[in-house]
């Protein structure tokens, strides 16, 4: 026979069932309102602004002026911006060649700007203009990088060509080169002159010019203190003195000028 429950033993388990449900549901809405009020609290507190923007890797232009153009403001929304969109705006930048943009804890910005390389000098009415990487024609620097200075050369392609040799060369070679003029002619239309910190005079071919230059510091060692010249790389490589090439009297000339005004 089954056991019949009386219905008033079952009210005050109902009842405790009710109350409970009722507390979780007052709990929960006194959670949301706890959050939504922490939210409003932290939108409205300085900790949801930007605190400081660090830019790293600036030196074509100044950390002032990335952070101009980032569109980032200190004090503004820390969150009212997106990431991958300041990336996009400073990669469109002349200079940059690769950008990242990140939110440090708790408030602070991070920019680190990887920009194209410099590659030359190039001599324009008396003004100096930076050749990088890409080919851009940079119109100054606050900073000036050892490199060589580049004339007769305002065809892209022709200075697309020297880049590409440039940026083959081992750096510590680079840095010895002050000047190369182009000398190409219709029947030997790749051939530079090289002129040198160390008063040498490099002649080579403008394909082969990063490939054999790895043996300048070589060919100086090799020549120790005989008389500066003429290292021609344009087919083998051969030394010519400047006496053989200029005469004697071209090289002594100024030499005779400086004991003349002296002993005027």
Same mark, same amino acid.
């Given at each position: 026979?089954?056991?019949?429950?009386?219905?008033?033993? &079952?009210?005050?388990?109902? &009842?405790?069932?009710? #109350?409970?449900?009722?507390?979780?549901?007052?709990?929960?809405?006194?959670?949301?309102?706890?959050? =939504?009020?922490?939210?409003?609290?932290?939108? $409205?507190? %300085?900790?949801?602004?930007?605190?400081?923007?660090?830019?790293?890797? =600036?030196?074509?232009?100044?950390?002032?002026?990335?952070?101009?153009?980032? +569109?980032?403001?200190?004090?503004?929304?820390?969150?009212?911006?997106?990431?991958?969109?300041? @990336? #996009?705006?400073?990669?469109?930048?002349?200079?940059?060649?690769?950008?990242?943009?990140? #939110?440090?804890?708790?408030?602070? /910005?991070?920019?680190?700007?990887?920009?194209?390389?410099?590659?030359?000098?190039?001599?324009?009415?008396?003004?100096?203009?930076?050749?990088?990487?890409?080919?851009?024609?940079? %119109?100054?620097? &606050?900073?000036?990088?050892?490199?060589?200075?580049?004339?007769?050369?305002?065809?892209? $392609?022709?200075?697309?060509?020297?880049?590409?040799?440039?940026?083959?060369?081992?750096?510590?070679?680079? $840095?010895?080169?002050?000047?190369?003029?182009?000398?190409?002619? @219709?029947?030997?239309?790749?051939?530079?002159?090289?002129?040198?910190?160390?008063?040498?005079?490099?002649?080579?071919?403008?394909?082969?010019? =990063? @490939?054999?230059?790895?043996?300048?510091?070589?060919?100086?060692? $090799?020549?120790?203190?005989?008389?500066?010249?003429?290292?021609?790389?344009?087919? +083998?490589?051969?030394?010519?003195?400047?006496?053989?090439?200029?005469?004697?009297?071209? /090289?002594? @000339?100024?030499?005779?000028?400086?004991?003349?005004?002296?002993?005027?």
């Amino acid at each position: 026979m089954d056991k019949v429950i009386d219905i008033e033993e &079952r009210i005050p388990s109902m &009842r405790e069932k009710r #109350r409970r449900k009722t507390n979780k549901k007052f709990l929960f809405i006194i959670a949301v309102f706890c959050i =939504a009020l922490l939210v409003l609290l932290y939108f $409205q507190s %300085p900790l949801s602004k930007v605190g400081e923007v660090k830019i790293h890797g =600036a030196e074509l232009y100044d950390e002032r002026y990335y952070y101009e153009k980032s +569109g980032i403001v200190e004090g503004a929304s820390y969150w009212g911006f997106e990431t991958k969109e300041v @990336e #996009r705006d400073l990669l469109k930048l002349e200079s940059v060649s690769a950008v990242s943009v990140t #939110r440090k804890w708790l408030r602070d /910005i991070d920019i680190s700007v990887s920009e194209w390389k410099s590659v030359a000098y190039m001599e324009n009415g008396g003004d100096y203009r930076l050749l990088l990487e890409n080919g851009t024609l940079f %119109p100054g620097s &606050r900073n000036y990088p050892n490199v060589p200075i580049l004339n007769h050369m305002d065809n892209p $392609q022709l200075r697309g060509k020297v880049t590409k040799q440039l940026m083959k060369m081992d750096k510590n070679v680079l $840095q010895m080169i002050s000047e190369i003029i182009y000398t190409g002619t @219709e029947e030997t239309p790749d051939t530079i002159i090289a002129y040198m910190d160390d008063g040498y005079e490099v002649h080579a071919i403008l394909h082969t010019f =990063a @490939e054999k230059m790895d043996y300048y510091p070589d060919i100086i060692a $090799q020549l120790g203190d005989l008389e500066k010249g003429i290292v021609n790389m344009e087919v +083998g490589i051969f030394f010519t003195p400047y006496s053989e090439v200029y005469g004697k009297g071209s /090289i002594n @000339e100024g030499e005779g000028d400086e004991d003349g005004e002296e002993n005027g």
